[in-house]
Structure formats: structure tokens, C-alpha cells
């Protein structure tokens, strides 16, 4: 098995750009996540889902974008990225015991990361 | 939102040194997990604990639950070159919102000169 698979692993930006971060298990994880890791801040959620077609907001969300349509695929999407934004994004899956939102899904397997830099 | 607030930010390890870190937290979790961050990876669970009180180990690394529920402990015996990289620790509070982890800023293990 893969895991999780983060693509890219660099990408560079300039301010106003679009792009999308991808990412792929291949475990059948229902629960799916983005974070982004910055120094001495640890790692901050962006948004997550719980299973397809179900998606919810992290605790730094602005300007960011996801969608679940399989139950492997998980992107990130920056709208119009800008110097903030530079970081780690670690894609994230996990087993869910029990369903929805009261599922549990603490044991994470996480990418590779991709470092982003926007100038 | 909760803080996880972790110590040391960093510390240096010589081979066959036992260390410890902590965390911290203003309020309880239900669930506390250690990471473990290698240089241009993603972070890999090492512990998971449930009750207040647990004491797991796995291999040289043993992980406590504290009593009150708002702090945990990472203790590493006879340090390994391999155990350099960044521990995160992670509490998770059950409640509507996806049972999200909150991650503490880590320590970061470095080998001595």
C-alpha cells in the first residue's frame, strides 16, 4: 500500500495564484484532513471530512477550498494565494470508529507534506 | 480555540541519555496521542492513550495520561541517534465538530556536538 500520497512535494507561487494540493489514500479512510505546519505552531487544521461528499471547516479555513467527491480523494485548494500562506500542508486519514460526527479518528497517517512558498 | 503548550521547544540528546517532555493544557482531553516528525516526513504516531492514569510504552518510548486529564508525558530511554526529529503531542476532546486533534508547537530532539 501507498498511504497517504501528497502531491506536489514543492510548489512555488506568486500572490494572486491558484492552485490545487492533492491528495490520495489508498487505506479506504473515511476521515480525511488538511493541516498546515508552521514553525513553533505546530500543526493547524484546515478543514476535514468525515466521508464523501461531506466536508467542514478547520480552525484556519480562509482561503482555502475542499471538496470529497471519492472516498480516496481529498484537494486543497488555494483560491488566490498569498504570502500567509506559505507553509507545510500535510494531508491527513484516519479509520473512523462510529459514524458522522461523533466518529473517533485520532490514529492520523499523514503525507509526505508539500512545501508551498508564496511570494 | 484550546492550547497544547509543549517543553522543552527543543533539547540536545546524547547516546544512552534518558529524556523527558510534557504537555500542557488549560482544559481536559479525552484522548492524548505522541508524534514523531523525521526531517522531510509526515508526523507518525507513536502512542495513543485513553484513561487518565495510563502508562504505555512502545519499545524504548513509555507515554503518560495525567491524572487531571489536562497534561501527558514522553519519556525516552538510552537515546538513539534515529530518535532526532520533532515529538508532537495531540489531545482530542469528543464533541460534535469531526472530534478534531489539537497539536501542540513540538520539541524538537537534537544530537549533541
Known amino acids: 500500500n501507498a498511504g497517504v500520497t501528497q502531491t506536489p512535494k514543492f510548489q512555488v507561487l506568486k500572490t494572486g495564484q491558484s492552485m490545487t494540493l492533492q491528495c490520495a489514500q489508498d487505506?479506504?479512510?473515511?476521515?480525511m484532513s488538511w493541516y498546515r505546519q508552521d514553525p513553533g505552531m505546530g500543526l493547524r487544521l484546515i478543514h476535514y471530512?468525515?466521508?464523501?461528499?461531506?466536508?467542514d471547516q478547520g480552525e484556519v479555513p480562509n482561503g482555502y477550498n475542499v471538496s470529497r467527491s471519492t472516498t480516496e480523494d481529498f484537494p486543497l485548494r488555494l483560491l488566490s494565494a498569498a504570502p500567509s500562506q506559505t507553509s507545510v500542508y500535510f494531508c491527513?486519514?484516519?479509520?473512523?470508529?462510529?459514524?458522522?460526527?461523533?466518529?473517533?479518528?485520532?490514529?492520523?497517517?499523514f503525507g509526505s507534506g508539500t512545501q508551498l512558498s508564496v511570494l | 480555540g484550546q492550547q497544547l503548550n509543549q517543553s522543552p521547544q527543543s533539547m540536545f540528546i546524547q547516546e544512552g541519555e534518558d529524556v523527558s517532555m510534557n504537555c500542557t493544557s488549560s482544559?481536559?482531553?479525552?484522548?492524548w496521542l505522541w508524534y514523531k516528525q523525521d526531517p522531510g516526513e509526515g508526523p507518525v504516531l507513536l502512542i495513543a492513550?485513553?484513561?487518565?492514569?495510563e502508562l504505555t510504552s512502545n519499545g524504548r518510548l513509555t507515554a503518560q495520561f495525567g491524572i487531571t486529564r489536562k497534561d501527558s508525558f514522553l519519556n525516552i530511554s538510552a537515546s538513539i541517534p534515529s530518535d532526532v526529529g520533532i515529538y508532537f503531542c495531540?489531545?482530542?476532546?469528543?464533541?460534535?465538530?469531526?472530534?478534531?486533534?489539537?497539536f501542540g508547537g513540538g520539541t524538537r530532539v537534537l544530537v549533541k556536538p
Open positions: 482544559s481536559i482531553f479525552n484522548t
Open positions: 491527513a486519514s484516519s479509520y473512523s470508529r462510529g459514524r458522522g460526527h461523533t466518529s473517533t479518528n485520532e490514529k492520523l497517517f
Open positions: 471530512s468525515v466521508g464523501a461528499g461531506i466536508t
Open positions: 487505506m479506504n479512510h473515511e476521515y
Open positions: 492513550l485513553y484513561k487518565a492514569g
Open positions: 495531540a489531545g482530542q476532546l469528543f464533541k460534535a465538530a469531526g472530534n478534531k486533534l489539537t
